[in-house]
């Protein structure tokens, strides 16, 4: 069993930038695909960006490329989700994803959830 907890959000201004962090515990994430979804307002939850275990390869959307980087801290066990560039359509419930599926850019892919965490880009 993985557990999951995620922390950093909160309130950014356009233009600006928050650090979300996944802390896991009952595994360790170097044997973990791990994988950043987000639910904006009303709408599905969508996939943001993946780290792949076995290969190290990183994958984003279309949206975040460029913005958004996730990285791994083998010694916390802490997967991160640094967001630069932000735009109000930023603006959702963030959540943090832990699985072993080749399909680690789908919600599919995971088997645990974080709780959620919420990012707001407002003026």
């Known amino acids: 069993q993985v557990q999951l907890v995620e922390s950093g959000g909160g309130l950014a201004q356009p233009g600006g930038s928050l650090r979300l962090s996944c802390a896991a515990s009952?595994?360790?994430?170097?044997?973990?695909?791990m994988g950043w979804f987000r639910r904006p307002p009303g709408k599905e939850r969508e996939f943001v960006a993946a780290?792949?275990?076995?290969?190290?390869?990183?994958s984003y959307a279309d949206s975040v490329k460029g913005r958004f980087t996730i990285s791994r801290d083998y010694a916390k066990n802490t997967v991160y989700l640094q967001m630069n560039s932000l735009k109000p359509e930023d603006t959702a419930d963030y959540y943090c994803?832990?699985?072993?599926?080749?399909?680690?850019?789908?919600?599919?892919?995971?088997?645990?959830w974080g709780q959620g965490t919420q990012v707001i880009v407002s003026s």
């Open positions: 994803a832990a699985g072993r599926s080749v399909f680690y850019n789908a919600e599919r892919g995971y088997d645990y």
């Open positions: 009952g595994r360790t994430v170097s044997s973990l695909n």
């Open positions: 780290s792949r275990w076995s290969t190290g390869s990183t």
